[in-house]
């Protein structure tokens, strides 16, 4: 258990860093960010940041050596820059969860490996592989890559009339997994939260809402049946369980018209549908986090009201003067200075019965 005073180190400097930072200051700790970005979210209210690309060994030591437990804030990082730190000081979740989270074949066969089910699936490392995939899943179905893409990038749909080689080409890859597709009824998502004596406490399921790919609102909690609900809590502790994982575990997951639920997939970290619980929720995401990485109990998890979340994406975070003039809704800017199309800004939690 660290004591007040302590240092947790944060790789990556973006919003879910900034506000893991802001949720560790109240337990005592400092934040020292190591990113390759200048004044970037989390540096804006972190004690400390080093900055410096994942690939910069020497420079990524001297960072372990100054801080006291290290966690990431994203999992778009080299494993062996996290196999490097774990050698050195505690790192929470391990490399294990980096290495199964970024590969959506090994996070698909883990899965399976472990109870939980998830739409069929083939791999492709050429067109002839992808051809034949596609074959054995069928269409409709979806081709993604297997790294990197995140909100929509990286994927595409395959219908009966689609281009085999047209698609394989755009994809501009030699890892991708072909996914049957799914005709669900919600998407929903649960993070659960594990820590250094193996307890395990998921937060309520949530349903997720996108537009354009991108995660647009997320209700609290999902209406959905106390069976598919506990299904899904089931699953989400099974696979934390699995990966031994000492932090947050996001599962994303859908539900089908029957309430069957299957993994879609699983990211080792604070998560954008967890931001609900910042004011819906006794103990939120990132103090949760917080709490597992320095090896304190974790917080209870009861609702304190149903929350609806909205990010602000793009040029939605101009309207911020309305939302603090909003009663009941609550505000959380990133510090972005460059608003872009598609680009995550803030968000804002509102009670139902603010819904816009």
Known sequence: MLPPGSTIGIVGGGQLGRMTALAAAPLGYRCHIFTPEADGPASQVSAETTV???DDLD????????????????ENIPVSTVERLAQLVPCRPGPRA????????IEKT?????GVPTAPFAAAQNLAEFEAAVTKIGRPSIVKTCRLGYDGKGQRRIDKASDLAEIWASLATDDAIVEGFIAFEKEVSVIVARGLDGTAVPFPVVENRH?????????APA???PDTAETALRYAVALAEGLEIVGLLAVELFVGADGSVLMNEIAPRPHNSGHWTQDGCVTSQFEQHARAVAGLPLGPVDIIRSIEMQNLIGD?????Q???AEPGAKLHLYGKTETRPGRKMGHVNRPPANRR
Do not use: P
């Open 52 to 54: 410096a690309g994942y």
């Open 59 to 74: 420079t990524i030591e001297t960072f372990a050596r100054s801080v006291d437990v290290i966690t990431y804030e994203f």
């Open 98 to 105: 980096l290495e199964v989270a970024q590969h959506r074949v």
């Open 110 to 114: 883990f899965a399976a490996e472990h």
């Open 211 to 219: 537009v354009n790919h991108i995660l647009d609102t997320t209700i």
């Open 223 to 225: 209406e959905i049946s």
């Open 316 to 320: 939605a975070v101009d309207t911020w």
């Open 322 to 324: 309305e939302i603090v």
